[in-house]
C-alpha cells in the first residue's frame, strides 16, 4: 500500500475555498432554474385570464386605474387624518369639549359666558318632536340611514351649488357636523374635510345616532354667546327648550347653518325668513304637511329684544381661547370643566373704545375711506383691559385685533433703534439720512427727499426711512443680514410672535405684526426693559368658588429683554415723536405719553402705537380687504382715537411716570363727556391704599358675620384669597367665591 501524500493546509484552504465556489455556483443556477420555472408556470396560469379586445379597454384598465388611484387616495386621507384621530387618543375625549366659562370683570361682576355646558336635564326624548323634525329636515334628512357620512346629500350638494355657482347647500352630515364641533376648527380646506369624514365614521362607532343628535343638539353655537339648543332657547325666548313652539323651532333650527346672519336678536327678518325655509324643509322631506306649517308661517317666533344688551364679545372670544390653553395646564387634580374667570376686563373702558373706534368711522371713515379699526388696550403689567376687534361683531367675528396680520410701517421702528442702543450706539449718534440700497431695494422717505445727517433722535421723531434700513447694517457689522436677524430677535422677546420674514425691508415694518402683540410688546418700554406676557385671566376659581389658579402666582413673571438705559433713552425719543413729531394728536393733557405712528404703502394700513406710565395701547385703521385708504396716516385717525381712549382711561388714575420722561405737573386731563344712557363717565376709582383700608374692613365685616352665625351651624367658610396687588391704576378686587365683590369706586 502505498504511502499517503501529505496535503499542506495552504492546499486545504484553496480546496475548501474551490469546493464552496462550486456550491455558490450551482445554487445560483438551481435557484434560477427554479424561479424561471416559477415564472412559466405564473405566465401559463394568468394567461386564462388575459383579456384583450375592448374588453380591455373598456373594463379591464379602467378598473386597474381606479384601484391604483383608489388606493394612493387611501393613503393620502389617511395620512391627513391622523393628526385629527390624535385628538381623540384621551379616553376623556368628550370630556374635554365641555368647558364651560363664566367671566367677570376686573371688580367681579358678570360680563358673559362661553363654552359648552353639558346639559342632560333635557333628555332626547323630551325635545319637542318638531324640533326635532325641523333640525334633521334641514341639517340631515338621511341621519338614521346613513353611516357617518351622506353620500347621495353630498352628492345632492355638489350638483345644487354648481348649478347655482356657489355654496347654497351643505354636504356635511350632523355627525360630520359634530365632529368639527368636538375636534376641529371652521377653516375651509381639503385637509379639514377629510378629517371630517373619518372623524365622523369613528364617532358613528363610538357612539349610537340618538348620542350623536343629542351631543349636536346640545353643542351646537346658535348665536348669542349661546352653545344647543336649550341655551338659544333661553336667550331667544325666555323659555326651555322643551316648550317651544313649531315657529321657534324652525327659527332655533334655522340658525345652525349661519348663528349670526339669521340671529333673531340682530336680523329680524332674515331669522324669519329662515325660518320659514326650515319649514319648506319640512314639507319637502314629508315629516309635516303644509296645514301642520299653515300656523307657523301665520304666526311666526317674536325673539326677545336683546338689542341694548352689550356684551364686550371680541374681549370674550379672547379671553375663552387663552382658557381652553390655560386649561391643559392646570393640575391634573383639577377634573373640573366649570369655572369662574375674573378677567382684567374694564366695561366702561372697553365701552368708550367701542365708541371711539364707532364715531371716528362714522364721522371720518367715509372721508378717508377705511372701514375696520382695531385696539388693544393694556395695563403695562400686560393686563388686558379692553379689546375691540372691528367695527360690528354681530356682522363679523372675525377679531382683527388678535388675529389680522397687518404691516406696522413706521410703527416697528422703536424695535430697531432699541436693537441699534443695545449695539452700542446712543439717541445723540449722528447718521446720514441720505440714499442706500440693499441689493435692488433702495428705502425713500415720505418726504420724497433727504435731509443729510442727524441724530438718532431727530430721525426717530421725523420717522425717517432710510436710518432704520442703515441701522440694520450697523447692528450686524456690516451685514445687513446678521443686524435684521438680531433684530427679529429682540422683538421676538419683547412680545411678537407673528412670523418676520428675513426682508430688507423688514427695519421699516414690511413684516407683519397683529395688534394684539404690537401693543403688548411695547409695554417693555414703559417697564424700564421688562417684558411682561400679555393676558387676560387675572384669576380661575371652580364653580364652587375655590381658587385654582391666580396670574400673579402662577403665570409667567417678567423678564430682561434689554438694559433699562435702553428703554429709557427710546421713552425720551417716543415722549418727542408724541410732543412734536408726527404723533402729535395723541397728546394728553396733564399726561406724558410716548408713542410712534406707522403707515404703509399705498395707505393701506394706519397705526398708533403707544403708552403712558400707566397703560399702553395700539390702534390700527384700515380695510379687510387691504384696499388702500385715502392718504390715512397713523397720525391721523389712529392717533385720534388712541387719545380717546387713554384720555379716559386716565381719569381718577394714580399716575406714574415713563423712566427716561420727566413727569408732567398739570390736571389728570380733560374730563370726558358722556351721552346719556352710556354708563360713562367713568367713576372715580381708589388708590391702592384706599382700596386696601376697604378690602380690610370688608373682611373683619365678615369675620364678625362669621362669628354670630357660628352657634346657628357647624359649617366653616373659608377666607377669601387675598386680593392681587393692584396693577396700573391701584385698583384691588378682592371676591370670595361668587359672592360680591369690593369694587373700588
Known amino acids: 500500500m502505498a504511502e499517503r501524500k501529505k496535503i499542506s493546509f495552504g492546499e486545504r484552504v484553496r480546496r475548501f475555498f474551490l469546493d464552496l465556489d462550486a456550491r455558490i455556483d450551482s445554487g445560483l443556477f438551481e435557484a434560477g432554474r427554479w424561479a424561471r420555472e416559477l415564472y412559466e408556470r405564473f405566465v401559463t396560469f394568468m394567461d386564462r385570464f388575459h383579456v384583450a379586445g375592448w374588453r380591455r379597454w373598456v373594463l379591464v384598465e379602467p378598473a386597474s386605474e381606479a384601484a391604483t ?10 395620512a391627513l387624518a391622523l393628526p385629527a384621530f390624535y385628538e381623540t387618543k384621551d379616553e376623556d375625549w368628550l370630556k374635554k369639549s365641555e368647558l364651560a366659562v363664566q367671566f367677570l370683570d376686573r371688580y367681579g361682576n358678570e360680563v358673559g359666558a362661553r363654552g359648552i355646558k353639558h346639559n342632560d336635564s333635557i333628555p332626547i326624548e323630551d325635545f319637542p318632536d318638531h324640533l326635532i323634525k325641523a333640525t334633521l329636515s334641514t341639517e340631515d334628512r338621511r341621519f338614521y340611514e346613513h353611516f357617518g357620512i351622506d353620500i347621495p346629500g353630498t352628492l345632492r350638494a355638489v350638483v345644487t351649488n354648481a348649478r347655482a355657482g356657489g355654496v347654497v347647500q351643505g354636504g356635511s352630515s350632523i355627525t360630520q357636523q359634530l365632529a368639527k364641533n368636538l375636534f376641529l376648527s371652521n377653516e375651509r380646506t381639503i385637509e379639514r374635510k377629510v378629517k371630517e369624514a373619518f372623524l365622523a365614521v369613528w364617532l358613528e362607532t363610538r357612539l349610537t345616532k340618538n348620542q350623536i343628535l343629542k351631543l349636536y343638539l346640545d353643542r351646537a353655537y346658535l348665536g348669542g354667546g349661546a352653545y344647543g339648543v336649550d341655551a338659544a332657547a333661553q336667550y331667544y325666548f325666555n323659555k326651555s327648550a322643551r316648550d317651544v313652539t313649531l315657529a321657534e323651532a324652525a327659527m332655533l333650527a334655522g340658525l345652525f347653518k349661519a348663528p349670526t346672519r339669521y340671529a333673531p336678536h340682530i336680523n329680524l327678518p332674515a331669522a324669519r325668513a329662515r325660518a320659514n325655509t326650515v319649514l319648506d324643509n319640512l314639507i319637502e322631506a314629508g315629516m309635516m304637511t303644509e296645514g301642520q306649517v299653515f300656523g307657523a308661517r301665520r304666526n311666526p317666533a317674536v325673539a326677545v329684544d336683546r338689542r341694548d344688551e352689550r356684551q364686550p364679545n371680541f374681549y370674550l372670544d379672547y379671553a375663552f381661547d387663552e382658557m381652553k390653553k390655560l386649561v391643559d395646564k392646570l393640575p391634573k387634580s383639577v377634573q373640573e370643566r366649570v369655572f369662574v374667570v375674573r378677567t382684567g376686563l374694564d366695561v366702561n373702558l372697553q365701552r368708550q373704545a367701542e365708541q371711539a373706534v364707532e364715531e371716528t368711522l362714522r364721522d371720518y371713515g367715509r372721508q378717508y375711506g377705511a372701514r375696520q379699526a382695531a ?13 375691540v376687534g372691528g367695527r360690528d361683531y354681530s356682522e363679523s367675528q372675525f377679531n382683527r385685533a388678535t388675529d389680522a396680520q397687518r404691516q406696522p410701517g413706521s410703527s416697528f421702528k422703536p424695535y430697531v433703534y432699541a436693537a441699534a442702543f443695545i ?12 440714499p442706500i440700497c440693499i441689493g435692488n431695494w433702495c428705502p425713500h422717505n415720505y418726504s420724497g427727499g433727504y ?4 441724530t438718532l433722535t431727530m430721525a426717530l421723531v421725523r420717522s425717517i426711512n432710510t436710518v432704520p434700513v442703515r441701522l440694520s447694517i450697523t447692528i450686524g457689522n456690516g451685514n445687513p443680514r446678521a443686524g435684521r436677524n438680531k433684530i427679529v430677535e429682540l422683538a421676538k422677546k419683547m412680545g411678537l410672535r407673528t412670523p418676520l420674514p428675513d426682508t430688507p425691508s423688514l427695519p421699516i415694518g414690511a413684516s407683519e405684526v397683529t395688534v394684539f402683540d404690537h401693543a403688548a410688546a411695547f409695554a417693555a418700554f414703559p417697564n424700564g426693559g421688562m417684558a411682561v406676557t400679555p393676558h387676560a385671566i387675572l384669576e380661575v376659581r371652580s364653580a364652587t368658588g375655590e381658587l385654582i389658579w391666580r396670574f400673579d402666582r402662577d403665570g409667567p413673571k417678567p423678564r430682561r429683554v434689554m438694559p433699562a438705559q435702553v428703554a429709557a433713552d427710546i421713552n425720551m425719543i417716543l415722549n418727542q415723536a408724541v410732543e412734536a413729531g408726527t404723533g402729535r394728536r395723541a397728546m394728553l393733557e396733564g399726561i406724558k405719553a410716548a408713542g410712534k405712528t406707522g403707515t404703509t404703502n399705498a395707505y393701506r394700513d394706519a397705526w398708533f402705537n403707544g403708552y403712558t406710565g400707566n397703560m399702553v395701547a395700539a390702534v390700527w385703521y384700515g380695510n379687510d380687504d387691504y384696499a388702500p385708504t385715502n392718504r390715512m396716516t397713523g397720525g391721523s385717525l389712529p392717533a385720534m382715537t388712541w387719545q380717546k381712549i387713554m384720555a379716559y382711561a386716565h381719569q381718577g388714575v394714580e399716575l406714574k411716570t415713563i423712566p427716561g420722561v420727566p413727569p408732567s405737573a398739570g390736571p389728570v386731563g380733560p374730563p370726558v363727556a358722556a351721552k346719556p344712557g352710556d354708563e360713562i363717565p367713568r367713576p372715580t376709582l381708589l388708590t391702592r391704599k384706599g382700596v386696601d383700608v376697604l378690602v380690610r374692613i370688608e373682611r373683619a365685616m365678615e369675620e364678625a358675620t362669621r362669628s354670630l352665625a357660628a352657634p346657628a351651624s357647624d359649617r366653616t367658610v373659608e377666607a377669601p384669597a387675598p386680593a392681587p396687588a393692584g396693577r396700573g391704576d391701584g385698583v384691588v378686587a378682592a371676591t370670595e367665591g361668587r359672592g360680591r365683590p369690593v369694587r373700588g369706586n
Open 69 to 78: 388611484l383608489g388606493t394612493v387616495g387611501l393613503v393620502l386621507a389617511l
Open 375 to 387: 385696539t388693544a388696550v393694556f395695563e403695562n403689567d400686560g393686563t388686558l383691559r379692553a379689546l
Open 423 to 434: 449695539h452700542g450706539l446712543k439717541p445723540t449718534t449722528v447718521v446720514p439720512d441720505a
Open 451 to 454: 435731509s443729510g445727517s442727524q
